[in-house]
């Protein structure tokens, strides 16, 4: 009797237990989820998800890489550039969000500042070093008066030569970076304001050290996680006006550095950037993991710079060149400036037989971002860019020589920052360790409670067979002759 009683409380305990296994293998991912939609919306009250979105605590580097020309003289008579790579020249970045303002419609506002720091033990060389890239102010504003009547051209020859400005410039890398003085640009200034970008010195980054990146309204996820982070407006507008078709000048994506949640390897990347002037989009391209923490890498695709020609849709964006590269000129003060990966990477190969002196990679020159997908936050990032100029012979400006036509590469950089330290223990125990003792935890409850349903069930038959015989008087058993 005590063996039966025993059985059956057994049984039930392993039903219940089994049960709850069960439950757990259908609710557990929902709780989950549920807790990582609560963190991840913006929202001050979201402490630590809050606080790595305002004050971004992983550390970004800004590598820089010129091409410093080495046969200046022989370019100007017409030959083939060649050039040699310099750098890196590493600079730490620090993003600061400010002005921050919530909206009744779930959006929230801010201004994201930027400054840069040179860090010399990370970099090869020093910012005195002397390098030699073409003179945009000359051969950029060259291209740009092409097509005016000769007496112009001929007049802003004459300009150069009364400022003594040559077609190439020999200066320090800290000079060509943040700005250097000169008399050209503030005579430009003076009486042609707003012809040129900044008002100060003239720098390749002048503009962007110690500046923002617009004021950007973006959702906070709280009405709908699949909106989180995905731009609402920027300056105020939701479409640009740099290009020649509604759907380039769209704002799509976040303001690229988190994506909603729940990922899948058909999701992209969408982002706009502010100093590309357009919307960019990642592919996925391969499973990954990075401390244990398991990853999605997303990568540039070739239609991301691709021509109209090559891809219908970038029709937009053109006036175009070669696949692989981005005119720029609509939103650069028309200045005849071209964006690609590095090395002209992915691009038209014949862009490599204009300059001697590139070896694309995809190690070394393609872009990625490395995503966690269960909550959209990057991991690893590295977005490689390179600046280029258009140069040609421009008859009636003599500082043009007899220069060959050719989309000149003058600089590239890399931008870069991974998870590293607290931050990654802290991302590693909640977004994998947790969420696999649940795992863990479903299975044995499963395991426990079918084990002690079966013993239930074999304690019962074995009891009812060694149930005492009460007419024979034996214990139960049963003998066979």
Wanted: charged fraction near 15%; include cysteine.
């Amino acid at each position: 009797m005590n063996k039966s009683k025993l059985a059956i409380g057994l049984f039930v305990a392993g039903t219940m237990t089994a049960v709850f296994g069960l439950v757990i293998v259908f609710v557990g991912p929902i709780i989950i989820d549920d807790q990582i939609v609560k963190n991840l919306v913006i929202d001050p009250k979201n402490e630590i998800s809050y606080t790595m979105w305002k004050d971004i605590p992983v550390p970004f580097f800004m590598s820089v890489y010129f091409f410093n020309i080495l046969n200046p003289t022989e370019v100007l008579a017409g030959e083939k550039p060649m050039v040699e790579q310099r750098g890196p020249y590493v600079y730490r970045k620090r993003l600061q969000k400010q002005n921050i303002t919530f909206h009744p419609n779930d959006t929230v506002s801010y201004l994201e500042y930027r400054s840069y720091f040179f860090e010399p033990s990370m970099s090869v060389g020093n910012e005195s070093d002397v390098v030699t890239i073409p003179n945009m102010l000359v051969l950029g504003a060259a291209v740009m008066m092409e097509n005016m009547p000769i007496a112009v051209r001929l007049l802003l020859s004459a300009t150069f030569k009364g400022f003594k400005e040559g077609p190439f410039l020999s200066k320090s890398v800290g000079e060509l970076m943040w700005g250097y003085d000169s008399k050209l640009v503030d005579f430009l200034n003076k009486w042609f304001p707003g012809m040129l970008p900044s008002t100060g010195k003239f720098g390749l980054f002048s503009e962007f050290n110690n500046s923002n990146t617009g004021l950007f309204t973006v959702h906070t996820g709280k009405d709908d996680i699949r909106l989180i982070h995905k731009v609402n407006s920027w300056n105020g507008l939701t479409k640009l006006i740099y290009w020649r078709t509604p759907q380039c000048n769209m704002i799509n994506g976040t303001a690229g550095q988190m994506w909603p949640p729940f990922m899948t390897k058909e999701s992209t990347l969408p982002f706009y950037s502010p100093d590309a002037c357009r919307s960019l989009e990642l592919v996925y391209q391969r499973e990954g993991t990075m401390k244990g923490i398991p990853l999605y890498r997303f990568v540039a695709p070739k239609t991301m710079f691709a021509n109209g020609s090559d891809y219908a849709p970038n029709e937009g964006f053109c006036p175009c060149r070669q696949s692989g590269l981005l005119n720029v000129s609509s939103c650069r003060a028309n200045a005849q400036v071209f964006i690609s990966q590095p090395h002209f990477y992915n691009a038209d190969p014949v862009l490599l037989d204009y300059v001697q002196g590139l070896q694309p990679t995809e190690d070394e020159h393609g872009l990625f971002i490395d995503i966690h997908p269960e909550t959209g936050v990057p991991l690893n990032v590295s977005i490689r860019l390179q600046l280029n100029l258009y140069m040609k012979k421009v008859s009636g400006i003599t500082e043009t020589g007899k220069i060959s036509e050719v989309v000149m590469p003058m600089i590239w950089f890399e931008e870069n920052g991974y998870m590293d330290g607290a931050i990654v223990k802290t991302f590693h125990t909640n977004l994998v360790l947790l969420p696999m003792v649940m795992v863990y935890m479903q299975y044995c409850f499963l395991g426990l409670g079918l084990a002690t349903v079966l013993g239930a069930v074999l304690l019962h038959y074995r009891g009812k067979a060694t149930v005492k015989d009460p007419v024979n008087g034996t214990d139960g058993h049963i003998y066979h002759e």
